[in-house]
């Protein structure tokens, strides 16, 4: 699974569709169980650069002070 379907995937999670976010829940629960390590490290990576506010919350390090090592660019 590419970076880019990861964010697809994200996106269609947060969708009002009940269908496209049931489809795309499996596919999470797929990754998740099948790619625990790419999930995490793509997560991460799209807390820090997706541009998608809907995907990268503007304000995560603020409302959630422990996220904020993890998200520190090096």
Known sequence: MADEQLAAMVRALLSPDNTL???A?????GVK???PSFLI????????????QQVRP???AATCPRAAPL???H
């Open 58 to 60: 503007p304000r995560l």
């Open 25 to 29: 829940e499996t596919a999470f629960n």
């Open 41 to 52: 490290r793509g997560l991460m990576a799209m807390l820090r650069a997706d541009q998608d």
């Open 71 to 73: 998200l520190a660019t």
């Open 21 to 23: 976010r049931n489809q």
């Open 33 to 35: 169980s099948s790619q």
